[in-house]
């Protein structure tokens, strides 16, 4: 059975840091695509970005760019998020995601949920200004 279980979300101060951690269970990690997205109250669900696990290779949203930064480590077959500089608009429940490199499109994995098939509960990430 495939898990994914989101940790790390709280309260911070614009400025403020955070790191989310998505831990996994259930498949062959360095196989699959990981993906991280946010839900703001009355927004849609947006992606901020992804990794595939099998290279490392990072994938941002330009809101996110420079000031988060996507990492994996296969042996824990966890993926993080450090969240730098963060905003109040960072403000949201963020989720991470995961499908199989082979089902995945590459040109839509790092914005678009429809392309992800399994999903962890989320933690929520509030920044106070």
């Known amino acids: 059975e495939v898990q994914l279980v989101e940790s790390g979300g709280g309260l911070v101060q614009a400025g403020g840091s955070l790191r989310l951690s998505c831990a996994a269970s259930?498949?062959?990690?360095?196989?699959?695509?990981i993906g991280w997205f946010r839900q703001a109250p009355g927004k849609e669900r947006e992606g901020v970005s992804c990794?595939?696990?099998?290279?490392?290779?990072?994938y941002y949203a330009d809101s996110v760019k420079g000031r988060f930064t996507i990492f994996s480590d296969n042996a824990k077959n966890t993926v993080y998020l450090q969240m730098n500089s963060l905003k109040p608009e960072d403000t949201a429940v963020y989720y991470c995601?995961?499908?199989?490199?082979?089902?995945?499109?590459?040109?839509?994995?790092?914005?678009?949920?429809?392309?992800?098939?399994?999903w962890g509960q989320g933690t929520q990430v509030t920044v106070s200004s």
């Open positions: 259930g498949f062959t990690f360095d196989d699959y695509a």
């Open positions: 995601a995961a499908n199989s490199l082979e089902d995945i499109k590459y040109d839509t994995m790092w914005y678009d949920p429809s392309e992800y098939d399994y």
């Open positions: 990794i595939t696990t099998s290279d490392g290779r990072p």
